[in-house]
């Protein structure tokens, strides 16, 4: 069974730091690429940054662009994503999904494209 668990979300401040994490299991880690989303209330699902299976390339929303960070670490089947310098509009919940790819190199930006998702975890920026 195929299971993304995110963690780390919170309350935070205008400016601090957090790094989330989506620990998977029942899957074989390097065969896929793997992307966040966020949704805010009352707000559509968005895409917010995804990462090549082979780790050699990465995307990024315009929003995140220079603040955030994605990364992968295989030995522990786990994606992070780095959030610098975080904004009241980066206050959603945060989803972690995973597309097996047939393409070392290719990042995907639209939810459908991913067979799994986590439950997500919710992160709030207070001013």
């Known amino acids: 069974q195929v299971q993304l668990v995110e963690s780390g979300g919170g309350l935070v401040q205008t400016g601090d730091s957090l790094r989330l994490s989506c620990a998977t299991s029942?899957?074989?880690?390097?065969?896929?690429?793997m992307g966040w989303f966020r949704q805010a209330p009352g707000k559509e699902r968005e895409f917010v940054a995804s990462?090549?299976?082979?780790?050699?390339?990465?995307n990024y929303a315009d929003s995140v662009k220079g603040r955030f960070t994605i990364s992968r670490d295989s030995a522990k089947n786990t994606m992070y994503l780095q959030r610098n310098s975080l904004k009241p509009d980066d206050a959603a919940a945060y989803y972690c999904?995973?597309?097996?790819?047939?393409?070392?190199?290719?990042?995907?930006?639209?939810?459908?494209?991913?067979?799994?998702w986590g439950q997500g975890t919710q992160v709030t920026v207070s001013t």
């Open positions: 999904a995973a597309h097996r790819s047939i393409f070392r190199s290719t990042t995907y930006v639209q939810g459908s494209d991913y067979e799994y």
């Open positions: 990462i090549s299976k082979s780790d050699t390339s990465t």
């Open positions: 029942g899957l074989t880690f390097n065969s896929y690429s």
